[in-house]
C-alpha cells in the first residue's frame, strides 16, 4: 500500500486557527515537513506575523463565527487544527464534520464536544483534543505505566499527577513567584476552580475559595521548593485512565513556596471579584488622571482613608498570617506590586481582579533573556502480581531558550504538530471525538516525541 507520509512537495494541507504562543512551534513543524500551513486568525496581520519566516505558511483572515467563511477554508484542506479558546471548538468542529475534514486540538474535551462523537464518526473523521502538554503528555506517561503495570497482572494503587509552568528559578522574583506568558486574569482565576478527587478510595471536594488553604508542600527534587493543589475534577480518571483499583486520584498544579500565602491575601482583599466596581470604571475625560494604587485599594477593601496606616489596618482585618515574618513578606509584596503606592496610578479596567492583571501583565511578564520552565510528574503507588509494592516516578524537568520557543510553547505546540502527522499518515485512523487514553493511540505519540524531538519522562522507581 503507498505511503501517504507528508514530506517535502507533500500536497497535504491543513489550517491553523490561531495566533496564541504556541501555535509558532506547531506551524514551524509542519511547514517543515512539507505540510501547506494556512494560517487563520481573525485579523490579518496576526496570521503573517505567525507565518512570517515559515516558507510553507499562507496567512488569512477567516472569523470563525462566520459559518460560510469559516466552512469555505475548512473545505479547502485535509485537517483543521483548532488553537483558538475552547468555547469555539465546538463551532469549528461542526464544520469539520459538514466538510468531512479532521480535527486537532490542545484542550480538554467538552461534554458539548463529546456529543459530537456520533456525527464525526459517521462523517469518517478523526477529532482528536487533549494531545499538548497537560493535558497531552501527561496521558502518554501515565497510559504508559498503567499499560505496562496491568499487562503484568498489577495494580494501581495510587496515581497523583502535578504540573507547573513556571518561571526558572532565576526568574521567579517577585511576589507570586510566578509570570504571566498567557492571559493574567485566566491564570488567576484558574487558581480558584473547586477541586474533585479520590482520597482513600472516596471522592473529596474542596470548594475553589479553599484552594490555597489545602496548598502543601510537594517534593519532586530537591532544588526545588514546590507547593501542590488539587486543580478541577479528577475523579474522571479513575474511568479514563482504567484505573478503577486505584484509592488515590489526584491532578494538580504546582507553584513556588510563598505563592499561596500572597494569592490568599490577593483574595481576602477582594482583588479576585469580578464584580464591576464604580472606582474603577475607565472615564472618558482624558484631562482627568485616574485614582492612585493606595485610593483604589483603598476602595477595594472598603476603608474610606488610603494612608499607609489605615490600609495596613485593613489588610490585617481581613487576611490572616501564620507569623509577623509571612506578614512582613506579604506586604512587601503588595509595595513591589504597588498596591499601597500614593503615587502610582492605576489602569481602571472596571473589575478589581481585571485592575490588577493591569499591573502584574506589567510588573510580572517575562523580561528580555529570561526562562520558563516546565515541571511535570507522576507518582505511581504499584502492586505487582506477586504482592511487592513499588513506587514510580514518571518526571519532565523543562527549561525555555530565551532565543528561541519558551518551554510551555514547545511542549504544547510540537505534541500537536506530531499528531497532526500522525492523522494525516493515517497512523492515528480511529473515527469520532477523540484523546489520548489507550496504549495504541498513546505509542506512536510518545515514540516520535521521544526520538524525533528529544521530549520525554525520566522514569524511576522510589526507594521507600
Known amino acids: 500500500m503507498e505511503s501517504i507520509l507528508p514530506s517535502r512537495g507533500s500536497s497535504k494541507k ?3 486557527l490561531g495566533a496564541g504562543f504556541v501555535t509558532r512551534p506547531t506551524a514551524q513543524i509542519l511547514s517543515d515537513k512539507g ?12 496570521s503573517k506575523k505567525l507565518a512570517q519566516g515559515l516558507k510553507n ?3 488569512i483572515s477567516v472569523d470563525v463565527n462566520d459559518e460560510k467563511a469559516l466552512d469555505q477554508e475548512v473545505a479547502k484542506v485535509d485537517l483543521v487544527i483548532s488553537l483558538i479558546p475552547y468555547s469555539y471548538h465546538v463551532t469549528v468542529v461542526k464544520s469539520a ?3 468531512k475534514k479532521h480535527v486537532v486540538t490542545t484542550s480538554y474535551t467538552s461534554p458539548a464536544m463529546m456529543e459530537l462523537d456520533a456525527q464525526a464518526k459517521e462523517a469518517g473523521i478523526t477529532v482528536l483534543n487533549e494531545i499538548g ?4 503528555i501527561d496521558h502518554l506517561y501515565a497510559i504508559k ?10 495494580k494501581i494503587k495510587s496515581f497523583l499527577s502535578y504540573c507547573g509552568g513556571l518561571p526558572a528559578p532565576e526568574a521567579s522574583g517577585n511576589p507570586l513567584g510566578y509570570k504571566f506568558s498567557w492571559s493574567a486574569r485566566g491564570a488567576l482565576l484558574a487558581s480558584t476552580n473547586t477541586a474533585r478527587f479520590y482520597e482513600d478510595g472516596k471522592v473529596s471536594e474542596v470548594p475553589g475559595t479553599e484552594i490555597m488553604n489545602v496548598l502543601k508542600p510537594y517534593f519532586i527534587l530537591p532544588g526545588f521548593a514546590f507547593w501542590a493543589y488539587p486543580n478541577r475534577d479528577s475523579t474522571p480518571y479513575k474511568e479514563r485512565y ?3 483499583e486505584a484509592s488515590q486520584i489526584i491532578r494538580g498544579t504546582l507553584r513556588y513556596q510563598g505563592f499561596a500565602e500572597f494569592f490568599r491575601t490577593l483574595v481576602a482583599m477582594g482583588f479576585l471579584s469580578t464584580d464591576p466596581h464604580p472606582f474603577l470604571q475607565p472615564s472618558n475625560d482624558n484631562n482627568k488622571q485616574p485614582p492612585t494604587w493606595a485610593e483604589a485599594t483603598a476602595a477595594i477593601l472598603g476603608t474610606h482613608s488610603s494612608t499607609d496606616a489605615d490600609l495596613l489596618w485593613a489588610i490585617s482585618s481581613r487576611a490572616s498570617f501564620a507569623s509577623t515574618a509571612e506578614k512582613t513578606r506579604v506586604v512587601s509584596g503588595l509595595r513591589w506590586l504597588d498596591l499601597l503606592s500614593p503615587t502610582a496610578r492605576i489602569e481602571p479596567r472596571g473589575t478589581p481582579l481585571d485592575t490588577l492583571c493591569a499591573t502584574l501583565e506589567h510588573k510580572c511578564a517575562y523580561g528580555a533573556g529570561e526562562r520558563d520552565m516546565v515541571m511535570l510528574q507522576h507518582r505511581f503507588e504499584i502492586e505487582h502480581a506477586d504482592g511487592r509494592g513499588e513506587v514510580r516516578t514518571s518526571t519532565l524537568c523543562d527549561y525555555g531558550d530565551p532565543k528561541g520557543y519558551s518551554s510551555m510553547a514547545r511542549l504544547v505546540g510540537t505534541p500537536c504538530a506530531v499528531a497532526v502527522l500522525q492523522v494525516l499518515e493515517g497512523k492515528i485512523a480511529e473515527k469520532g471525538v477523540l484523546a489520548p487514553m489507550s496504549w495504541e493511540l498513546c505509542e506512536p505519540l510518545l515514540r516520535t516525541l521521544k526520538e524525533e524531538y528529544g521530549i520525554e519522562l525520566t522514569e524511576e522507581e522510589v526507594v521507600v
Open 242 to 244: 482504567a484505573i478503577p
Open 35 to 46: 505540510i501547506s500551513v494556512t494560517v487563520g486568525c481573525r485579523t490579518l496581520e496576526s
Open 97 to 99: 464534520i459538514r466538510n
Open 133 to 136: 502538554l497537560d493535558p497531552g
Open 145 to 154: 505505566t498503567i499499560h505496562e503495570v496491568h499487562q503484568a497482572g498489577g
Open 57 to 59: 505558511a499562507h496567512p
Open 14 to 16: 491543513v489550517l491553523l
